[in-house]
């Protein structure tokens, strides 16, 4: 599908679609670029709405970056780029040849899956060693080239990671530092995913123009949703990605049988 397939006032309509759905990814650290993803594969089909996503989330993750610059946890960013980078080269190149059918099955499969690693996460108290993360990130790469938003399923084990506090004490890492950390992992698997598609007939001139103005109407959605993250605290954080996770799966099961 290419961006000149769409009329000035469809293109609008995703603009503001794409605005909306960076306050919730801005709010909760995940589910921004899937609920863009679902918005696009009614306008341009599942096989078409991935690489556009991919696209926009670049900037929408390095405004993200930029905000919660100060709360980033580099260590986790670091072990996780490292064991995740070759599955994710792998996943997008699997996504290529997949079709539409698969690709909404595989994103309804991975967000129903991640509802019992969280719990599981939680009832054990985890705590995620290097050693963890690592083997955690090098399956998950996999999984994050072929799909829009892989944070629901890392997400316990970054929320697991043990941080130093001002005062030297070791906790888990907050809330802010979560969205920041996970905005700057994705970020980079999304360049990842990018570098593969462009390379490929899914990704036009024109359609990457779209995804760059998709991009930018998310910066505006990313402050304004920093704003709510603040008012949140840990367990409404948590409900509101529980209630997304289930409802997003219901969607792309819905588009698989479809």
């Known amino acids: 599908m290419s961006a000149l397939d769409l009329n000035a006032a469809m293109t609008a309509g995703l603009m503001v679609a794409a605005f909306v759905t960076a306050v919730v990814h801005g709010a909760t650290g995940m589910a921004g670029g899937i609920l863009l993803a679902a918005v696009l594969t009614h306008v341009v089909g599942i096989k078409n709405a991935i690489p556009l996503t991919t696209c926009a989330l670049i900037i929408s993750h390095s405004s993200r970056v930029w905000l919660h610059r100060h709360e980033i946890d580099w260590q986790s960013v670091r072990l996780v780029g490292l064991f995740a980078a070759p599955g994710i080269l792998f996943g997008a190149w699997l996504f290529v040849g997949l079709s539409a059918t698969t690709v909404a099955l595989v994103m309804a499969a991975f967000l129903i899956c991640s509802i019992p690693v969280k719990l599981w996460a939680r009832r054990q108290n985890l705590q995620v060693s290097d050693v963890l993360l690592g083997l955690a990130s090098s399956v998950w790469g996999v999984l994050a080239g072929n799909v829009i938003g892989p944070g629901f399923v890392l997400a316990p084990f970054l929320q697991g990671r043990r941080s130093q506090s001002l005062r030297g004490q070791s906790r888990t890492l907050t809330r802010t530092e979560f969205v920041g950390t ?74 698989a049988a479809s």
């Open 182 to 255: 996970l905005a700057c992992i994705v970020l980079g698997m999304n360049c990842i995913k990018l570098l593969v598609f462009s390379g490929t007939a899914l990704l036009t001139f024109d359609g990457l123009w779209l995804g760059v103005a998709l991009g930018l109407a998310t910066i505006p959605g990313n402050w304004l949703g920093k704003t709510v993250l603040l008012r949140l605290n840990d367990d409404s954080h948590q409900h509101l990605i529980n209630v997304m996770t289930i409802l997003l799966s219901a969607y792309f099961f819905y588009q």
